[in-house]
């Protein structure tokens, strides 16, 4: 419901901005501007609409890479985490019971607290560390009697490894917040084409038409907000890879 009045105020309020600003200028300028008018105000208009337009498409376009981006990450550290959880079982008993374990309380405190958590504060979860940290340590500590134990523990280490630097790149995900900047841009960029077509009166069809490029600005503005933070709503993305794992590793521990 949130997310929905928060959509609503957005598209809203472009929509207000955009016929306010119209008319503000057309009561400023006044009624019957020449033809000479019309000819700059839409050579101004022209120009402004098509920086403000690249604007949102560069800043949208990145959200959208970023928003992909965190999903292949996670997709590729939950990978890791079975990697190793599998690597245990295959050197032996002595790595099996307290690798998988610190494993599987990784896996459930990064869907359970550390997701929300990213969403609230942009940071990660100390305890998810910990548990990282057990698994580290008691990969570590392994002491290979034959070559196969010696290749499984190389390779543990640099899967785990891979989960450590793809959690630190997903908070940057989720601490990359737009800048204000961008917000001003946005909201200028949406002023000035407005008042560019105070030359033309009021009536319903122009009125109609600056509606619709002020609503369709919101929805673009809106998107935008709504990727900037891909752990939280509107538009959430998921923990489904560590959901899938969890449900394939699931079970008593050995």
């Avoid at 560390?129 to 290749?151: G, R």
């Avoid at 509107?234 to 959901?243: D, Q, S």
Wanted: aromatic share 12%; no cysteine.
């Amino acid at each position: 419901m949130a997310s929905v009045l928060i959509g609503i105020a957005i598209i809203g309020g472009t929509t207000a901005t955009v016929l306010a600003a119209y008319y503000i200028m057309h009561l400023v300028m006044g009624d019957g501007p020449g033809g000479r008018d019309r000819e700059l105000a839409s050579s101004v208009i022209t120009r402004i609409a098509s920086l403000h337009a690249l604007i949102l498409a560069l800043v949208f376009a990145q959200e959208m890479i970023e928003y992909q981006a965190l999903r292949t990450e996670s997709a590729v550290e939950s990978n890791a985490v079975g990697d190793v959880f599998y690597d245990a079982e295959r050197y032996g008993p002595e790595a099996q019971a307290p690798i998988q374990k610190a494993l599987k309380d990784y896996v459930r405190i990064v869907i359970e607290e550390e997701w929300n958590e990213l969403g609230r504060t942009g940071e990660l979860s100390s305890a998810a560390w910990d548990q990282w940290n057990n698994a580290y340590l008691k990969v570590l500590e392994l002491a290979p009697a034959n070559s196969k134990q010696e290749s499984l523990r190389g390779h543990m280490l640099e899967e785990i490894h891979m989960i450590s630097e793809s959690r630190d790149r997903r908070e940057n995900s989720g601490t990359d917040s737009i800048s204000l900047i961008f917000w001003f841009a946005a909201v200028s960029g949406v002023i000035f084409t407005a008042i560019g077509y105070y030359p033309y009166a009021p009536d319903g069809r122009n009125l109609l038409l600056l509606s619709i490029f002020g609503a369709f600005t919101g929805i673009i503005l809106f998107f935008i907000y709504a990727f900037s933070n891909p752990y939280g709503p509107p538009a959430t993305l998921f923990p489904t890879a560590f959901e899938r794992l969890q449900e394939e590793i699931s079970g008593p521990d050995p």
